[in-house]
Structures are given as C-alpha cells and as structure tokens.
C-alpha cells in the first residue's frame, strides 16, 4: 500500500525566511507526486507536479520542489516567503495509470509580517 | 472554463437521514472523485467515477455511494447518517486519461454537519 508522510505538522516562519516541508512516501512502483495549497476558506489548488522527467519542478508562486527516488521524497522549498502564503500544504501521490490520490496529513504554515 | 461546483455548500443532517452531494466537473473533464476531509483523518479517498463507471474505491462502509451521469456530473450518497459523517467532503475532477495521468481540480467542498 502506498503512504506519504508529512513530519511537519506546523511551521511558523517570519516573512522573507526560506521554506522547506518534507514530504516522503513509500511506494515501491512509478509515481506522480503533488504538492496542493489549500489557503483559508478556499479550495485545494494545484501547486506543482512531478511526472517524469527533470526532478526539480517549479510551480506557481515561486514554490519549486525536487524528487529524489533514492530518499523517496519531494520536498517542498521556497526561497522567501510572504505573508500571503499562509496556508495549509499537502504532498500527494498517485500511482501510474491511477487516479486516486493518497495524502499526507499537512502541514500548516503560518507566516508572522 | 468554470471550476469544479459542488452544491449545496453546507448541509445540516440528523443521525439516521441520508444525504445527496452534487458535483458538477470542469467541462471536458472525465473523472470525478471524491475524498472525506476531517481534522483527525485528513484527506481520505472515497471512489473515482469515469464514463458512469466505478474506477477506484477507498475504504469506507456501503452507506457511502456515488454515481456519474452521462455528462459526467456525480453524486454521492451517503445513508443512514452517524456523527463520524461530519466532515468536508471534496469532488475533484480531471481528464482521467490514466496513461499521463492529468492533475486533479477541486471544488470548494460541501460541509455536512450530523446532529
């Protein structure tokens, strides 16, 4: 069975600090790995995606993540962050041909102005 | 192109009723599915539907179904209501081609309160 883990469950950083959120997940065949941001009171947006290919992906707002298939993790890293980016995260996986996504738990991150 | 909708939005429901949720996917999109957001459990999987069909279920009980129109609207039922069934409850839709797979779009979700 597939899981992913998110070891930091909250994160308070002052602003222009840079970000870094773990995520791992344990599954043996080809994944695709997400991260959303689900800010407060809205839905889960799509912040980037990992498919194949080059293992460090950029995404919307600056946020950036990179696979690594040897330590079975796609963290999360943004070099300065902003108030604004309050929110909670969430890395997710599928796997290949399979629409289902599996979850970590979040993390949520609190930006001080 | 419009979001994914879900109505209605909230829903307050006693223990023992049953309930309907709404999901209308972006236009195009083939796949929807649904998960269960609580504080305690996070974000759970429930069932994936593409083409009217049961793709994918996840581990919850019998009193939770779901269906796809042909136009690929959902709904999901849910029966004989327990306090456990409160929760936000998600439809997410994409193309569902499966070889590449597309990413998922969300709604804004359906809270259900059971009382």
């Known amino acids: 069975a597939q899981s992913v883990s998110q070891h930091n469950h909250h994160v308070i950083l002052s602003e222009a600090a840079s970000l870094e959120l773990g995520c791992n997940y344990s599954?043996?065949?080809?994944?695709?790995l997400f991260w959303y941001v689900q800010y407060p009171g809205q839905h889960l947006q799509l912040l980037l995606k990992?498919?194949?290919?080059?293992?460090l992906v950029k995404g919307i707002k600056g946020f950036e993540a990179e696979f690594i298939k040897s330590k079975f993790s796609f963290n999360l890293r943004k070099p300065s962050v902003q108030w604004s980016d309050t929110a909670e995260y969430f890395c997710?996986?599928?796997?290949?041909?399979?629409?289902?996504?599996?979850f970590g738990t979040g993390t949520r991150l609190t930006i001080i102005p | 192109k419009a979001g994914v909708t879900q109505t209605p939005r909230y829903l307050i429901k006693t223990r023992g009723q049953q309930v309907t949720l709404s999901c209308s996917p972006i236009?195009?999109?083939?796949?929807v599915s649904w998960y269960q957001q609580t504080p305690g459990q996070g974000l759970q999987f429930l069932f994936e539907y593409f083409s009217e069909t049961q793709r994918n279920k996840g581990n919850f009980p019998g009193r939770f179904s779901g269906r796809q129109f042909s136009n690929s609207r959902s709904e999901m039922n849910v029966s004989t209501l327990e306090l456990g069934d409160s929760a936000l409850y998600l439809c997410a839709s994409s193309l569902g081609g499966g070889e590449n797979n597309s990413p998922l779009h969300f709604g804004n979700g359906t809270r259900l309160t059971v009382t």
């Open positions: 236009s195009g999109h083939r796949s």
């Open positions: 990992y498919f194949s290919g080059d293992p």
């Open positions: 997710a996986l599928t796997n290949f041909g399979n629409e289902k996504l599996t």
């Open positions: 599954y043996g065949g080809t994944v695709n």
